[in-house]
């Protein structure tokens, strides 16, 4: 008996897929990396101060005006991985399911003006990293023209990183008012883009209220901040501690 054969798509966006947080501190504070890194401020965030090892609203200021210089200066994320799983996950063909699943990755390009060669680079090469098992798909959708209808229709899974931005516009058009995708898993990082709690407990608060308010419209999935972070180590950068200063080194005898 033949099975009927549909599509289930994840959707990532390229501030997801690439640590364009990186591409901007490269352009921006090279400078503050060095600290950053070694301190451990980078991978374990709960926002993009850094644990206030920068100044967030200037960083914001600058992460605003990626581009594709950004872009050429970051590295993959650990969200790659992500993906990976959900190829495989897909492909695992349940015998009694009378329909056959196969993944489909969908890369939101937007905000980025890229040429066509481009964007085609970057489809190929995630298709490489997928060995081939996924059919990939660029696509340029802003927060708001990504709707609930259109999630429904091509997706289970989306990968965002300023999934906030998402959900402040789907809710100032009241799209939540009539429309949900609450079988729709939205992976975002565990940060905070306003004001950052100063307690655990206070962070562990909010995170959960945002939780319980989002379940009846969507399944959000928070992850801990390295998911979307480089996994370069330091040296891989190119940074290079200052030597360390001893008696010999100091001495001028």
């Known amino acids: 008996m033949s099975k009927d054969i549909e599509a289930t798509g994840l959707l990532i966006d390229l501030d997801s897929l690439f640590d364009t947080r990186l591409g901007t501190l490269i352009l921006n504070n090279y400078d503050d990396l060095l600290p950053i890194f070694t301190g451990n401020k980078y991978h374990i965030r709960l926002d993009d101060s850094f644990h206030g090892s920068i100044d ?126 609450p079988s729709v898993t939205l992976m975002a990082p565990r940060i905070f883009f306003a004001n950052t709690p100063k307690s655990a407990t206070e962070v562990d608060k909010t995170f959960t209220l945002l939780d319980n308010i989002a379940k009846p419209f969507i399944n959000l999935e928070l992850l801990p901040s390295i998911f979307f972070s480089t996994y370069l180590k330091t040296r891989d950068l190119g940074i290079k501690p200052e030597p360390v200063q001893t008696e010999e080194t100091t001495s001028t005898g």
Not at 82 to 94: N, P, R
Request: net charge negative; glycine share 2%; proline share 4%.
């Open 56 to 181: 967030k609203d200037k960083f914001y200021e600058a992460y605003a005006k990626r581009d594709k210089e950004t872009l050429a200066n970051s590295t993959l994320t650990l969200a790659i991985d992500i993906v990976k799983d959900f190829v495989a996950t897909t492909l695992k063909a349940d015998p009694t399911n009378p329909v056959l699943f196969y993944p489909k990755v969908y890369i939101n390009i937007y905000p980025y003006k890229l040429n066509q060669e481009e964007v085609d680079n970057i489809v190929l090469g995630l298709h490489s990293h997928l060995k081939g098992k996924a059919q990939v798909e660029a696509i340029s959708l802003d927060p708001t023209m990504l709707t609930i209808d259109y999630i429904n229709q091509h997706l289970s899974v989306m990968i965002m990183y300023e999934y906030n931005k998402w959900l402040d516009a789907q809710t100032e058009l009241g799209s939540f008012k009539t429309k949900a995708c």
